[in-house]
């Protein structure tokens, strides 16, 4: 027998997902494409089933610096806060590049709503090593978080001489806060539709959403006004408090924002309540994840490298469970005995992050605590809720009707605008008409 039907001979036999058929052919001309076709059957046969490309995959990797430059770019459109963020990345990877199924998304999303982080980041880094490995899971986590990173500290450094309560501002500040809301309640709406089909799903999204509702009555996540005392904080200090307040933020940056304001604005901290608050506001009109506001904190305790360590710290167990875990992470979202536990949860995630909706159109909006309105408090509502409620109403009808990649910055700059001019409006009618 020709060496070459030897050869073809042992080649049929191998586990491969071709049948290789050779014949009575010459071997310098169909010898490389069985090799080939030898190494690819070889390639397939020994991939984990969680490795292997997805059905709604391209099936092509990409260098860790090209999913940097995509998650970079994403990363520049990330308004809205966690919702936003995590329907972004849903029209982007499963509809758009086709990275990941349904299915997955919502199981994966499942997981990092247990893990403590923030989900849309972790997201991030769980596309990024789907694509091209653990490099490329670090490479998209940085370049998801590098915009709001760099957004933060320039207004970290502008902050003290920038007076936020001045009219324009503060009317600027407010218009883009109900801005980033009416983002987030159309992101809930696709989010929904997207991860909760089915009565069971939908079932267990409309019970979270109500139980976190009531959760929120009881004021838990309220930061209360500590007396502090200012005072000079080390690098490694800061460090280890972002690391803790990474550690202890289950289910999104809420859960972080009491330990934040404990150690920052306590009796051992140093920075005030008010500039606490000033900068998780600056947080929700940026482009990144709340824990961002970790960025703000750490400059005020010790300029840029306190910030850098406070978001290295708070942004490190994010990096860490996903990439170094991503193996047992696979493991537990193809398993099948606790498929329906992930997809319950992920509905569940969904609910809370409605419920968080409802009570930013509250207070953004309308001005109302909940929390308060439970411990009997009802304040009088601002001035200008008639106007926040027009652009309210205006944005919600321009995020549902109009897409694409700039209709998001466009929508935030404009309405920047719309609040800084009434601002200046409002203090030109309180100088023409002293009281």
Not at 355 to 368: D, K, Q
Request: charged share 10%; with cysteine.
């Amino acid at each position: 027998m020709p060496t070459s039907a030897v050869f073809c001979t042992r080649a049929v036999r191998l586990p491969c997902t071709k049948q290789l058929y050779c014949g009575m052919f010459r071997r310098q001309t169909y010898l490389p494409s069985i090799l080939d076709e030898l190494s690819r059957a070889r390639y397939i046969g020994f991939m984990s089933e969680s490795a292997r490309p997805s059905s709604h995959s391209t099936g092509r990797t990409a260098s860790p610096m090209a999913v940097f430059a995509v998650f970079l770019a994403v990363g520049t459109r990330a308004f809205g806060g966690p919702a936003a963020q995590i329907s972004a990345l849903s029209t982007e990877f499963i509809h758009e590049r086709q990275w990941i199924s349904v299915e997955r998304f919502r199981r994966a999303l499942a997981v990092c709503q247990i893990l403590p982080g923030p989900e849309a980041h972790e997201m991030c880094c769980y596309l990024g090593v789907l694509r091209s490995g653990r490099i490329g899971g670090v490479m998209a986590g940085l370049g998801f978080m590098l915009p709001g990173l760099v957004l933060m500290l320039i207004a970290s450094i502008a902050y003290d001489s920038v007076n936020l309560r001045e009219p324009a501002i503060a009317g600027a500040m407010m218009a883009m806060q109900v801005a980033a809301t009416a983002l987030i309640v159309r992101a809930t709406v696709r989010l929904a539709h997207t991860l909760a089909a089915g009565r069971l799903l939908a079932c267990t999204l409309i019970i979270a959403m109500c139980v976190t509702l009531a959760w929120s009555m009881l004021g838990t996540t309220r930061v209360d006004h500590i007396e502090h005392s200012a005072r000079a904080v080390s690098v490694p200090e800061l460090f280890g408090h972002g690391l803790v307040a990474g550690l202890v933020s289950f289910g999104g940056a809420y859960t972080s924002i009491p330990y934040v304001a404990g150690i920052a604005c306590g009796p051992n901290g140093w920075m005030s309540e008010a500039a606490f608050l000033d900068g998780v506001a600056l947080a929700g009109v940026l482009p990144a994840p709340l824990v961002i506001f970790g960025t703000f904190v750490g400059y005020q305790g010790h300029g840029v490298w306190g910030a850098l360590a406070f978001t290295a710290g708070i942004f490190l167990p994010a990096f860490t469970f996903i990439v170094a875990g991503f193996r047992v992470l696979e493991r537990v979202i193809a398993s099948s005995r606790v498929r329906l536990l992930l997809d319950l949860a992920g509905a569940t995630a969904v609910g809370v992050i409605a419920a968080t909706a409802i009570g930013l159109v509250l207070r953004s909006v309308f001005a109302f605590d909940v929390a308060s309105f439970a411990r009997g408090t009802i304040a009088p509502l601002p001035s200008d809720t008639a106007l926040r409620a027009i652009l309210f109403i205006v944005l919600m009808t321009y995020f549902f009707r109009i897409k694409g990649r700039f209709a998001v910055p466009l929508a935030m700059l404009s309405a920047a605008m719309i609040g800084a001019g009434f601002g200046a409006c409002s203090l030109l009618a309180a100088d023409m008409n002293p009281q």
